[in-house]
């Protein structure tokens, strides 16, 4: 079974703190996905990256930045936490190839800024 | 830019009964794959079923079968004889292989009444 793990299930960050949010699968998929997640907005792209060191802007990346520098493990990095930034973190992971395109989530990360 | 809209932010079924989920969709790409997603209350998020463009017929998975009409740029989720454990937030999701995005719908609440 495809795995993706997020680092943490809950977590309480200051505002101004630098916050990770780490990710990892273990299928050796090429894509990982960043989404943050808020009632009524559904999951909107933050940032994405289909390779090692490679990425792009997804729809709302202003706040953020990322990092893959292996390709197993996708980061997203507040630089400066703020309090909108409350919210529920979802990573993906994406295989493609004969069985088609399919993408495969962590569990999620539930970040509180305070 | 291709968008998911999802009209119904929250649905009501009686167990047993059939409920239908909306979901359109816009894009000028004429290959991609359309997906329903179920998350349930523990926050995983679970695929339903997938439909490739390219295929004319729907695809089913057990109670589970979607109405594709391409050419209306429309991806409805039926779900038949609806249980207890269908109740869950239910998003429609695009992935288009020119840009490479993942992008969802803004999501459904169903409940199911026994």
């Known amino acids: 079974d495809v795995k993706v793990t997020q680092s943490s299930r809950y977590l309480v960050k200051r505002t101004g703190e630098k916050v990770f949010l780490e990710c990892v699968q273990d299928?050796?998929?090429?894509?990982m996905f960043w989404y943050r997640q808020d009632p009524g907005l559904g999951l909107r792209l933050i940032y994405f990256?289909?390779?090692?060191?490679?990425?792009e802007k997804g729809d709302i990346p202003e706040g953020y930045s990322v990092s893959r520098e292996k390709k197993e493990r996708f980061s997203l990095i507040l630089e400066s936490a703020s309090t909108n930034q409350t919210s529920m973190y979802l990573c993906a992971s994406s295989s493609g190839g004969n069985r088609g395109w399919l993408a495969f989530f962590g569990q999620g990360t539930r970040l509180t800024v305070v | 830019a291709q968008t998911v809209t999802q009209s119904q932010p929250e649905m009501s079924v009686q167990e047993a009964e059939t409920v239908t989920l909306s979901c359109t969709y816009d894009?000028?790409?004429?290959?991609?794959?359309l997906f329903w997603y179920k998350q349930p209350p523990s926050r995983q998020m679970i695929l339903v079923i997938r439909?490739?463009?390219?295929?004319?017929q729907n695809a089913t998975e057990n109670r589970f079968s979607v109405n594709f009409q391409k050419a209306a740029k429309s991806f409805s989720l039926k779900i038949s004889d609806s249980q207890l454990g269908d109740a869950a937030m239910y998003f429609c999701a695009f992935y288009g292989g020119a840009t490479n995005k993942l992008i969802f719908g803004t999501g459904t609440l169903l409940a199911v009444q026994p």
């Open positions: 299928m050796d998929h090429e894509n």
């Open positions: 894009t000028s790409e004429s290959d991609y794959y």
């Open positions: 439909q490739e463009a390219y295929k004319q």
């Open positions: 990256s289909y390779d090692v060191k490679m990425k």
